[in-house]
């Protein structure tokens, strides 16, 4: 009978041989906790870390022991007593009055604004060490059609399948998320279905809210007419937090390129188009928000660093942004 491993790092289906010399072994798992720290996900039991959210899940276990057949409850902080806390007095909230713009929204046809792009010495130096670096003889070879192997683990995200035939292939589907993970103050949820949670495991374990074909390979480059056949389109993640006035963004592209990267902005709206990559052969992101608020495009900088575009939007009313761009509005 088929059981399903609840240990960190492992989450895979398995069967009970009823040989404890290898039963006890089996599993192969992290005992320790996720944690984050200067945009690093890192393991508290081993320290391996990681900067890409899909490469940590992927991270194998620095610990071999038996399956986890049980979901392990969930720690309870303890009720203080009665005695200890006095009963709290009931204090009537109303509800904020909704908020007004002080400054009319530009329409969305208003034109945007290129900004000046600042960049960081550690980012130049990186770059003109990566230019110097000659190019590897051999390439490795990408897997593709019948050369999958089998375990080779589907490449969307949340999603837990191996690839084992191509019969198994055809009869299951995915459920994936194709957002982006996205942690601010606190909260965890993918960009793509804004289901939030405060508990990293629970996201990690949340359905895919897509459901489609498993990929068991990297996704082929994509290209326009202006663009190099070896740029890859890809997702990027990418944070906010606010300080006094002004709203930081940050946009984890690990060294991004000063020529490739266009930064447009009104007083409503952003789009950024960014190369970037620790290779010769770069990624390509590009988005576009709606913001949630009003801004000074005058007071507005651009930072390129060697892990993140860093934006800082310079905001035109007093308003606190509850998230980055504006919820849609249905008719």
């Given at each position: ?24 072994v ?36 620095c ?7 049980t ?11 009665e ?9 009537r ?17 208003t ?6 792009l ?13 230019t ?8 490795q ?10 375990g080779?683990?589907?490449r ?24 982006v993970?996205?942690f ?6 993918w ?9 990293f ?6 359905p ?5 074909e ?28 606010q ?22 902005l009104?007083a ?15 990624k390509?992101?590009?988005n ?36 980055l ?6 008719n």
């Open positions: 009978m088929s059981h399903f491993c609840y240990n960190r790092g492992c989450q895979k289906n398995y069967t009970l041989t009823n040989d404890p010399s290898i039963d006890d089996a599993c192969q798992y992290h005992p320790g906790l996720p944690y984050f720290h200067d945009a690093y996900k890192i393991w508290s039991c081993c320290q391996k870390k990681s900067h890409d959210f899909s490469t940590f899940l992927s991270i194998p276990g610990t071999r022991g038996a399956h986890l057949g979901k392990p409850e969930e720690p309870v902080a303890p009720r203080p007593s005695q200890e806390t006095p009963p709290k007095p009931v204090v909230q109303e509800l904020p009055k909704p908020h007004t713009p002080t400054v009319e929204r530009p329409s969305i046809d034109p945007l604004t290129t900004m000046k600042t960049v960081a010495t550690s980012l130049q130096t990186a770059l003109d060490k990566l110097n670096t000659p190019k590897a003889d051999g390439t070879k990408e897997q593709t059609g019948d050369d999958i192997k089998p080779t683990p589907c969307h995200s949340t999603c837990t399948a191996q690839y084992t035939t191509v019969e198994q292939e055809q009869a299951t589907s995915c459920r994936f998320h194709p957002g993970p996205i601010h103050e606190g909260m965890k949820f960009s793509c279905c804004q289901k939030k949670t405060t508990d495991e629970a996201f990690t374990n949340q895919g809210c897509t459901e489609g498993h990929l068991w390979r990297s996704e082929t480059p994509q290209s326009t007419d202006e663009d190099d056949p070896q740029v890859l389109k890809t997702s990027c993640r990418y944070d906010f937090h300080q006094g006035s002004s709203v930081v963004l940050s946009i984890y592209s690990k060294m991004p390129r000063p020529d490739q990267t266009k930064v447009e009104n409503g709206r952003l789009k950024v188009d960014t190369r970037f990559g620790t290779d010769i052969k770069t390509r992101f590009s576009e928000w709606e913001l949630y608020g009003l801004i000074d495009v005058n007071l507005s900088t651009v930072e390129l660093l060697q892990s993140k575009i860093e934006i800082i939007l310079k905001k035109a009313e007093p308003l606190s942004w509850s998230r761009d504006r919820p849609l509005q249905l």
